[in-house]
């Protein structure tokens, strides 16, 4: 019993990981209709960013801060000088763009950065609380941390009238600049919001991974199962949805399928939801007239 609750636990927390980065997922497709496959990419490279700062000297949140501020100027200005050029070019043009845009980011780190394992700190302490042995500080500070982004966007999306106006774009950009929305600027500042999440979501898993250059291609895998089953079109759904995927992952792992086979648990909610409910469990099926 005792393995299977530490099962469960670390589950969650890896679920809560995996819910940070299918959120920025889900914000990119509702602007652009499409996944963004950098998305690990950009929050890796993020996550280099907030180590240069510590090793420089500046503390932990002192870094955390400004990671996050850089990934948001870097999101929106890759959606500006990258993505905005090819906004009325056919899908498969668009898709090309995120696959190159995954190469370059993660060439230009290995370039940078070098391509050795790096250790990242964790902020949160190493002995355990309350002689809890099920989860560890940094797991549990990891949900933490996700559960305040999730009720921050909340609250932001339902309570000010920039996230109304996000909202109101990605539900009809054309009605939206009808009523003198900024339509380019929202699509903008939604790419800043989701380049910041996912580089949360690097800095809390790398001290679990390690800092690599190819570090958040498994994660990736499993957000965008996590916001496939959740619903694409759904914020909160797809952070649900990571959290289950984290679950399934942990406890199919240890008791059904073995560690070697974890990443076929992803590739097969992937395949099972799109044959079954392609909206996913929370998402809206539309109904196209022809």
């Known amino acids: ?4 609750l530490h099962q469960l636990f670390s589950g969650v927390a890896s679920g809560g990981i995996y819910a940070g980065l299918a959120l920025a997922l889900v914000m990119i497709y509702q602007s652009t209709s499409h996944i963004n496959f950098a998305q690990g990419e950009m929050a890796m490279f993020s996550t280099y960013i907030a180590w240069e700062l510590i090793d420089y000297g500046v503390p932990y949140w002192g870094a955390f801060v400004l990671t996050i501020v850089f990934a948001f100027a870097a999101g929106v200005a ?7 050029p090819f906004h009325n070019l056919p899908v498969i ?3 090309i763009v995120f696959i190159g845009l995954l190469v370059i980011v993660n060439s230009t780190a290995s370039w940078i950065f070098g391509t050795t394992l790096k250790t990242f700190p964790s902020p949160f302490p190493s002995e355990p609380l309350w002689d809890n042995h099920y989860i560890s500080n940094h797991e549990l500070g990891s949900i933490g941390i996700v559960v305040i982004i999730v009720a921050i966007l909340f609250a932001f999306f339902r309570y000010t009238k920039l996230g109304l106006a996000m909202r109101a774009v990605a539900e009809n950009p054309i009605s939206s600049r009808l009523v003198g929305i900024r339509v380019g600027w929202m699509l903008a500042l939604g790419w800043g919001l989701a380049a910041s999440i996912g580089a949360v979501s690097g800095m809390l898993v790398a001290p679990i991974l390690y800092l690599d250059s190819s570090m958040m291609g498994g994660v990736l895998l499993y957000s965008l199962a996590g916001a496939v089953l959740g619903g694409l079109d759904n914020p909160w759904g797809a952070a649900l949805g990571g959290f289950i995927i984290g ?17 076929s648990v992803a590739l097969i909610v992937i395949v099972v939801v799109l044959l079954l409910k392609p909206s996913g469990l929370f998402g809206r099926t539309v109904v196209t007239r022809v």
């Open 93 to 95: 043009a668009l898709i």
């Open 1 to 4: 019993m005792d393995a299977l």
């Open 78 to 84: 890759i959606e500006r000088l990258v993505i905005r």
């Open 247 to 263: 679950i399934l992952e942990n406890v199919l792992g240890a008791y059904v399928i073995g560690t070697q086979l974890k990443f």
